[in-house]
């Protein structure tokens, strides 16, 4: 198995600001990879290292065989981009756009009609190819901005955040999208989300980044293991969770009893036989629960286990 | 790829093919953009009339007999509609809707992005000279250099043109930012009215009198002047080129370096 991506101690400041602190990765080739972290994590600032549109402070980066400082124009012949926003020129017809993207790339007229008529099937933008992209939708934007990304048939995708703020159906189809181009087109894809259910969903590894630091990497499944086979969720009132630590803290088949906010996270074994004891011993603290939930963990319990907070507030 | 797919082969372009891709979307945009460049053609159309009209007779008046006023105001015309036009405004918005960034991200010699826009500049600005041009032999302006002088009289004013759009560029690179480029307007100014705009230089005194001759519009207008007026006057002809050369020298540095500090990746 070849490496698409690796870097190593990756590092990049804005004066004293650290937005990415000394990452190492390895993507292998035909693999998505899942780039997890919350707003202000340091997603975008490793995904615009990458793709050479910004030098790393320290550190180095080999994408698609070629070092990212030394040889930015061997990387860039190699590897899409969808940026957060899509980058798209409102007055450009969706052809024109593709049509330009296409000869940049020094494509022929011919290998340029024919990547158009593929990517139309693969996105469906359909009669509006033709219509301003001014006038597209979000959705339709994206998938614009997605097969400007693959015009050149890249080795490598990177997909900085692709289904922010898009409706449930457009966020489904840029999934399979994205489960088509690695499957079927064999393209290796690193894919920077803060949905925890789009990681779990597509990626076959996920690294977790927080404070600029990779703090965990795995498979989902792997990841969700290390925190218990079992979550109980107490929901206390204001000022309770303090009491509810000490009430649980020692208890016998609990592996971790972690407090966030008014909510108490209990990772078990087996969380069947766990949540009686769980519910007695918060009746006997006299904490008033108004609410236990048992569940399989999910990556944001990974990833408050591993810092300390949520990355989605409504996770529970 | 998947079996219904095609491989292909991306490469560099090469210089010119990444020239030409930029300029004819360059090109392209500016004609579905006609509110950008209408108004730089009426504006210098207006004020030549009201000059023309409110300066001709107490000018001519104050000269020897056949002397053109018209002739005289016609290159100020054509510089004010030149100056200052410019893709700039478009390339703040590509900056700040990312599109800058995903021309980055492909493999185009970095300089055509900003030469392209110049080039379509150019071909813009020598097409609104012509109609200026047009006007003038419409109110009865005679060259003195006949139809191959009025060619060269519209290559200057494009020169010219073409030299001035650096400096918005550089304060697009720079800032990226649209309200900084539309007071780039501000450069135009001295330009444009501390020179022989209205009077003779003959006719000036004072402070006015040494501004004019550090100005190089002065030059350039002289130069146009010449055409129209006085024949082939190689050296006032060869100094507006000099002027053109001076202007372009630093505003192109401008914004050349500007560029380099946009895509230099800090």
């Known amino acids: 198995m070849t490496t698409a991506i690796e870097s190593t101690g990756l590092a990049r400041r804005f004066g004293d600001t650290i937005a990415v602190d000394g990452v190492d990765l390895a993507v292998d080739a035909g693999e998505i990879y899942g780039f997890l972290g919350p707003n202000g994590a340091g997603k975008s600032t490793m995904v615009r290292m990458l793709t050479t549109l910004l030098t790393p402070s320290d550190g180095t980066a080999v994408v698609a065989g070629f070092d990212v400082r030394a040889k930015p124009e061997q990387v860039r012949l190699r590897i899409g981009v969808a940026l957060q926003e899509a980058a798209l020129d409102p007055k450009q017809t969706g052809r024109e756009l593709l049509d330009l993207q296409g000869r940049l790339y020094g494509l022929t007229g011919a290998e340029r009609d024919q990547r158009v008529t593929e990517l139309l099937r693969l996105v469906d933008i359909g009669d509006a190819i033709d219509r301003r992209i001014g006038t597209y939708s979000g959705g339709m934007k994206r998938r614009l901005d997605l097969a400007a990304a693959l015009v050149h048939q890249p080795d490598v995708l990177f997909l900085d955040e692709p289904t922010a703020g898009l409706d449930p159906i457009s966020r489904a189809a840029v999934w399979a999208e994205v489960r088509y181009l690695n499957e079927e087109m064999g393209m290796t894809i690193f894919l920077t989300t803060q949905y925890l259910e789009e990681a779990d969903a597509l990626a076959g590894r996920v690294g977790i980044i927080a404070g600029g630091k990779l703090v965990a990497e795995g498979t989902p499944t792997d990841l969700k293991h290390s925190v218990g086979s079992d979550v109980i969720v107490a929901k206390v009132q204001h000022g309770q969770a303090d009491r509810v630590v000490a009430a649980l803290t020692g208890l016998a088949l609990l592996e971790r009893v972690e407090a966030v906010g008014d909510e108490i996270v209990v990772s078990v074994a087996d969380g069947a036989a766990a949540i009686s004891p769980v519910a007695v011993a918060l009746a006997k603290a006299g904490i008033t629960v108004e609410g236990l939930t048992l569940r399989t963990p999910t990556l944001d319990d990974v990833f408050l286990h591993i810092t300390g907070g949520r990355l989605q507030e409504d996770a529970v | ?266």
């Open chain 2, 1 to 266: 790829m998947s079996a219904g797919e095609s491989r292909v082969h991306p490469r560099s372009a090469g210089f010119f093919a990444d020239l030409r891709s930029v300029s004819l979307r360059a090109i392209r945009l500016t004609v579905r953009d006609p509110e950008a460049f209408v108004p730089a053609l009426i504006i210098p159309v207006f004020f030549f009339i009201v000059n023309v009209g409110a300066l001709q007779s107490f000018v001519e008046g104050s000269f020897p007999p056949g002397y053109d006023y018209k002739a005289f105001q016609l290159p100020v015309a054509v510089v004010f509609a030149v100056t200052g036009v410019s893709r700039a405004n478009a390339l703040v918005l590509d900056i700040r809707d990312g599109y800058f960034d995903r021309l980055l991200l492909t493999p185009v010699r970095r300089g055509t992005l900003l030469l392209g826009l110049m080039s379509a500049d150019f071909l813009l600005i020598t097409a609104l000279t012509i109609p200026v041009a047009i006007l003038g032999l419409l109110v009865g302006i005679h060259p003195a250099t006949g139809l191959i002088g009025v060619a060269l009289f519209v290559l200057i004013a494009g020169l010219w043109g073409l030299a001035f759009t650096g400096f918005p560029y550089a304060i697009a690179l720079r800032t990226g930012n649209p309200t900084a480029v539309n007071n780039a307007f501000l450069l135009f100014f001295p330009f444009a009215f501390l020179t022989t705009a209205y009077i003779p230089r003959e006719a000036m005194t004072g402070w006015l009198s040494t501004a004019v001759r550090f100005n190089p519009t002065t030059y350039l207008l002289d130069g146009m002047r010449a055409l129209l007026q006085d024949g082939w006057k190689w050296q006032r002809i060869g100094t507006a080129f000099l002027a053109v050369g001076v202007i372009g020298a630093v505003s192109f540095s401008l914004a050349f370096g500007a560029l380099r500090g946009r895509v230099k990746r800090n």
